[in-house]
């Protein structure tokens, strides 16, 4: 089992700004494809953004424009820069690791087998 760690997660005011970190052990993150969900209550969980292994990047509508997603190899571990940070955005986000080179169509959860233990993400005044 691929093991993910989340962090940055924390309560800001809308209109401000988050890193979150999605640190792997026990195996190199450099050959999966990692993706960003989130969950808020009472709703199912979210494909945010994902980046593959040769750096290519998707993005949910939502975000575009204000959310960065990054990888540093050295450092085996995968960014999420939240920018313009709205209420809605509010949830429990996780990254997750996909091995299987695929040609997607949209950041699906179920394409995504290992999974880190989220990092709650509150924007509020």
């Known amino acids: 089992q691929l093991q993910l760690v989340e962090s940055g997660g924390g309560l800001v005011q809308p209109g401000g700004s988050l890193r979150l970190s999605c640190a792997a052990s026990?195996?190199?993150?450099?050959?999966?494809?990692i993706g960003w969900f989130r969950q808020a209550p009472g709703k199912e969980r979210e494909g945010v953004s994902c980046i593959n292994s040769g750096f290519r990047t998707m993005y949910t509508d939502s975000v575009k424009g204000r959310f960065t997603i990054s990888r540093d190899n050295a450092k085996n571990t995968v960014y999420l820069q939240m920018n313009s940070l709205k209420p809605e955005d509010t949830g429990i986000y996780y990254c997750a690791a996909d091995g299987t080179p695929r040609d997607r169509v949209g950041i699906r959860a179920s394409d995504f087998d290992s999974w880190g233990q989220g990092t709650q993400v509150t924007v509020s005044s």
């Open positions: 026990r195996f190199t993150l450099n050959y999966y494809t």
